[in-house]
């Protein structure tokens, strides 16, 4: 069981890794935006296309891979105010709903997905298939952490209680 919990631990540091190589890359496409619009008197849009897919891959790749579920969104002055028992109620009742909302519309997504083969970006010409194929990842993602959260509700694990004494921003 270490050597499960161990290689997990490492694929989420890969994660985070691959997640600030997408923000350093937007962010040095965006320096060279700069440069070459106001400097250069050259504007350029292959690192506008670049920023807005790497912010796309950036959000959903980090929701998926790299946000904690300690670190999601949540309402937290009705989470916090509650006992143990309802935060387990709150979090198969929402484990439910994630999962059969992302599950039905699964089929949808992968055909939708699938169709954007026919279309590519306009500088950078990267299949929309290709682009779109993180939201997919994404929503199996969901689908599995939802699933083991839900699962742990239901054998009794209560979700953390939120401490606003020790909110942060993830770091």
């Given at each position: 069981?270490?050597?499960?919990?161990?290689?997990?631990?490492?694929?989420?540091?890969?994660?985070?890794?691959?997640?600030?190589?997408?923000?350093?890359?937007?962010?040095?496409?965006?320096?060279?935006?700069?440069?070459?619009?106001?400097?250069?008197?050259?504007?350029?849009?292959?690192?506008?296309?670049?920023?807005?897919?790497?912010?796309?891959?950036?959000?959903?790749?980090?929701?998926?891979?790299?946000?904690?579920?300690?670190?999601?969104?949540?309402?937290?002055?009705?989470?916090?105010?509650?006992?143990?028992?309802?935060?387990?109620?709150?979090?198969?009742?929402?484990?439910?709903?994630?999962?059969?909302?992302?599950?039905?519309?699964?089929?949808?997504?992968?055909?939708?997905?699938?169709?954007m083969k026919v279309e590519?970006?306009?500088?950078?010409?990267?299949?929309?298939?290709?682009?779109?194929?993180?939201y997919v990842v994404f929503?199996?993602?969901?689908?599995?952490?939802?699933?083991?959260l839900g699962w742990l509700?239901?054998?009794?694990?209560?979700?953390?209680?939120?401490?606003?004494?020790?909110?942060?921003?993830?770091?």
């Open positions: 069981m270490s050597a499960i919990v161990r290689s997990m631990g490492f694929l989420a540091r890969r994660a985070e890794n691959v997640a600030a190589v997408m923000l350093a890359t937007m962010f040095v496409a965006f320096i060279i935006q700069i440069f070459f619009r106001y400097v250069a008197n050259f504007p350029i849009g292959w690192t506008q296309e670049l920023s807005v897919v790497l912010w796309l891959w950036l959000v959903l790749f980090g929701a998926a891979f790299v946000v904690r579920e300690r670190e999601e969104i949540r309402f937290d002055v009705i989470y916090g105010a509650v006992g143990p028992g309802a935060r387990r109620v709150m979090c198969v009742i929402t484990a439910v709903a994630l999962v059969m909302l992302y599950g039905v519309s699964l089929p949808a997504v992968i055909d939708y997905v699938s169709f590519k970006t306009a500088y950078l010409k990267i299949r929309f298939d290709w682009l779109y194929s993180i929503v199996v993602a969901v689908i599995i952490r939802y699933l083991w509700a239901l054998r009794g694990v209560a979700p953390e209680e939120f401490d606003p004494t020790k909110a942060s921003s993830g770091v």
